[in-house]
């Protein structure tokens, strides 16, 4: 079987940033030792019933796992080494925020065993990170940059683009300084604005224009040229990488491969007994954390996928990536064939329009990027 991705979540933040959906929960206090317990209690409970897999990547994220004790940390991908056969060179990342006070932890991380780590930076604009809720200014950001190169062997951050108001000229400024600073990946990722947040109610309320499709279109072409100058092209819609240097965790989720999620709110999809499973656990973290004391896991749903749900779940995350879908692969993880998933009249009009490539490969152009959910839309069945 191919390597196993692990996600741990950590759903606590020191405040809720106006854009985010995520489930990320604030805390006056956090009692560490407890969801510690309850992590490693859920991590054992799921090893137990995979089986000894080989584990490819770990992945703290969340809310902000740079808030957690870095002896849990320790203690986490202590346990996964154990449960599992870790690679030689499995990759270990955990997200932090580049305050200050999460930037002087950098280097307790690392002994704890993370191998990479990736920096919410979200922007090098100290009115843009007012705007976006952020508790770091630029200069935080760039000190925490330049910090975590020496420390990490591998190093990635966050920005944010098609924010209200910003120019293209902006931008490639802001995007240049950031090629700069960079170590080898990137991600850049357009604002939305989701349903829920702070910024969905504020434009409601008149208080929130989005910034214009053609703006925005040229932002993203801006940013293709920009960072193709600097062979950290797109491997995959939002993420850079110089060749190599791609994050092995991700590529796991665009690929379909299998992955388990452990903590409030995580979503997996494993492999158990040769059905395909896919596991929620219960959002909130204090029931997640009762419901692991009561039974050694907070799994609130889990169902196995059906071959349509797979085709079409495989579909939408490998049409993201530049290197596209493989037709034999595609076929062994979901049970269908590509002409069984794919609308074969609509296919052929992609192609045709040059949103399509499929030769070896079925993969998205530039031009199908764009505008790729409105053309998964059209040829998925």
């Keep these: 079987m191919e390597p196993l991705a692990l996600y741990i979540h950590w759903p606590f933040c020191l405040a809720k940033c106006p854009y985010c959906d995520f489930n990320s929960h604030v805390r006056e206090r956090i009692d560490q030792a407890r969801f510690a317990a309850a992590l490693r209690a859920e991590l054992a409970w799921e090893a137990a019933r995979l089986g000894r897999r080989r584990l490819g990547s770990i992945f703290f994220g969340g809310g902000t796992p740079s808030l957690m004790a870095p002896d849990t940390v320790a203690a986490l991908i202590a346990d996964a080494r154990q449960h599992f056969d870790a690679a030689e060179d499995c990759e270990i990342t955990l997200e932090a925020n580049p305050t200050s006070v999460e930037a002087g932890r950098l280097r307790a991380f690392r002994a704890a065993g993370v191998n990479r780590v990736s920096l919410g930076v979200q922007s090098l604009d100290d009115t843009v990170l007012r705007f976006l809720g952020r508790r770091h200014d630029a200069g935080e950001a760039r000190a925490a940059l330049a910090l975590a190169r020496e420390i990490f062997p591998r190093l990635s951050f966050d920005l944010i683009t098609a924010r209200p108001g910003q120019t293209v000229a902006a931008w490639r400024a802001e995007l240049r300084e950031a090629l700069a600073l960079a170590n080898d990946h990137l991600s850049l990722y357009q604002l939305t604005i989701e349903p829920g947040t702070a910024f969905e109610a504020m434009r409601r309320r008149g208080e929130l ?4 499709e053609n703006t925005a279109v040229a932002i993203y072409d801006a940013t293709a040229e920009e960072t193709a100058r600097r062979s950290m092209a797109a491997y995959e819609i939002s993420n850079h990488a110089r060749p190599g240097a791609e994050s092995r965790h991700n590529l796991a989720y665009w690929r379909y491969e299998d992955y388990a999620g452990i903590g409030p709110g995580a979503h997996g999809r494993v492999s158990v007994g040769g059905t395909l499973l896919a596991t929620r656990r219960h959002r909130a973290p204090e029931p997640w954390a009762e419901l692991v004391e009561r039974q050694g896991h907070g799994t609130t749903d889990q169902n196995a996928v059906a071959p349509e749900e797979r085709a079409r779940e495989a579909l939408l995350m490998g049409l993201r990536l530049a290197e596209g879908i ?43 990027r764009r505008r790729l959910d409105a053309l998964l839309g059209a040829i998925v069945r």
């Design 326 to 368: 493989d037709p034999m692969r595609f076929a062994a993880r979901t049970g269908m064939t590509l002409a069984e998933a794919l609308d074969d009249t609509m296919l052929h009009a992609a192609i045709d329009e040059g949103y399509i490539q499929f030769d070896a490969t079925l993969r998205a152009t530039e031009e199908g």
């Design 209 to 212: 224009t989005e910034l214009d």
